[in-house]
């Protein structure tokens, strides 16, 4: 069997269609809506995410605010910007881009952002409403995966669904909506004793990980959907420098039914979604 790709930025253009739509309706009721992006220092990745959020909000007619700071900057003058832009009716959305500096205590910056515009869903608040199964605002990258089993008429429901990784950002919030469809789950990650004997029995597998390619053809249940959300830059052989996923993609598609590639499968998911939460907020900020 060869793996049908699912194919992250096709999706994505006809979903960002629609927002683009949205945004236009809520700027002419006057409520144009608008996320504002926290940089703090000079990581080179960070800065490239963060660009491309900044182009996709102009790409929908979402107004965008950027604020960068000096990596040495003290932590109380990022939070007093927060509590301005928590107050600032322009802004539906606030998002501070990880990792921050290590005089920054990261969980007390994201609990400074309101809840109401965490529009990345990593708010306390949000992921307690998340684990409850009533989400106000979903992170980013779990949305964008489960838009993208939705778009593909995966049906989840008492599938075994395994998720490698538990990370607050990806694993975990990816578990509880799988949970919330009704698949049974496991979660995996660096001490469980023989990963593939999990992997080998997943109908559904979402790698996110970061180890390039360490999920091979040999640990996918023949036909199983395979989602990859890693994001790994290859440093030796002749793709040093190219991006690469978790999974071995060139085995696993011979396995599985569906799967994802690295670029261009999760990775502009991720960034639909953040435009998605932050239309939905303006949404609930018109409607109120
Ligand atoms: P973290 O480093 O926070 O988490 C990685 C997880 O993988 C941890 O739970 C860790 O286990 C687990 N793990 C590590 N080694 C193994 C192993 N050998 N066997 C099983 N589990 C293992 O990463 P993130 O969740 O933030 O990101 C994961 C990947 O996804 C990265 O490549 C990142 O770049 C990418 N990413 C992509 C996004 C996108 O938009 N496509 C968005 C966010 C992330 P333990 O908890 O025990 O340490």
């Given at each position: 069997?060869?793996?049908?790709?699912?194919?992250?930025?096709?999706?994505?253009?006809?979903?960002?269609?629609?927002?683009?739509?949205?945004?236009?309706?809520?700027?002419?009721?006057?409520?144009?809506?608008?996320?504002?992006?926290?940089?703090?220092?000079?990581?080179?990745?960070?800065?490239?995410?963060?660009?491309?959020?900044?182009?996709?909000?102009?790409?929908?007619?979402?107004?965008?605010?950027?604020?960068?700071?000096?990596?040495?900057?003290?932590?109380?003058?990022?939070?007093?910007?927060?509590?301005?832009?928590?107050?600032?009716?322009?802004?539906?959305?606030?998002?501070?881009?990880?990792?921050?500096?290590?005089?920054?205590?990261?969980?007390?910056?994201?609990?400074?952002?309101?809840?109401?515009?965490?529009?990345?869903?990593?708010?306390?608040?949000?992921?307690?409403?998340?684990?409850?199964?009533?989400?106000?605002?979903?992170?980013?990258?779990?949305?964008?995966?489960?838009?993208?089993?939705?778009?593909?008429?995966?049906?989840?429901?008492g599938k075994e669904a395994v998720v490698v990784g538990r990370s607050n950002i990806v694993g975990k919030p990816m578990a509880l909506l799988l949970i919330g469809a009704s698949a049974t789950v496991t979660v995996c990650h660096s001490q469980t004793r023989d990963l593939a004997f999990h992997t080998r029995r997943a109908d559904v597998l979402i790698c996110a990980i970061g180890k390039p390619k360490m999920i091979t053809g040999d640990m996918i249940k023949p036909g199983a959907v395979v989602i990859d959300v890693g994001i790994n830059r290859l440093q030796t052989g002749p793709d040093a420098g190219k991006l690469c996923g978790d999974v071995d993609f060139a085995s696993a598609r011979e396995v599985a039914s569906l799967i994802t590639p690295v670029p261009g499968g999760v990775g502009p998911m991720t960034i639909t979604m953040l435009l998605a939460n932050t239309i939905e907020s303006a949404d609930r900020a018109a409607g109120k």
């Open positions: 069997m060869t793996a049908k790709i699912l194919d992250g930025n096709a999706l994505s253009a006809t979903l960002r269609q629609s927002l683009h739509e949205r945004a236009a309706a809520l700027a002419a009721q006057g409520c144009r809506p608008g996320l504002a992006v926290i940089l703090v220092g000079e990581n080179p990745a960070s800065q490239v995410y963060v660009r491309n959020k900044i182009k996709a909000c102009e790409a929908v007619g979402v107004h965008s605010e950027k604020y960068e700071f000096p990596a040495d900057t003290p932590p109380e003058k990022v939070l007093s910007r927060i509590a301005a832009l928590n107050a600032d009716p322009k802004i539906h959305g606030i998002l501070v881009q990880l990792p921050l500096p290590p005089q920054f205590d990261e969980n007390a910056v994201l609990e400074a952002v309101s809840p109401e515009k965490d529009v990345d869903g990593f708010h306390a608040e949000n992921v307690g409403l998340l684990a409850q199964g009533n989400p106000r605002f979903i992170s980013c990258t779990p949305y964008g995966v489960m838009e993208m089993l939705r778009a593909e008429g995966v049906s989840l429901r």
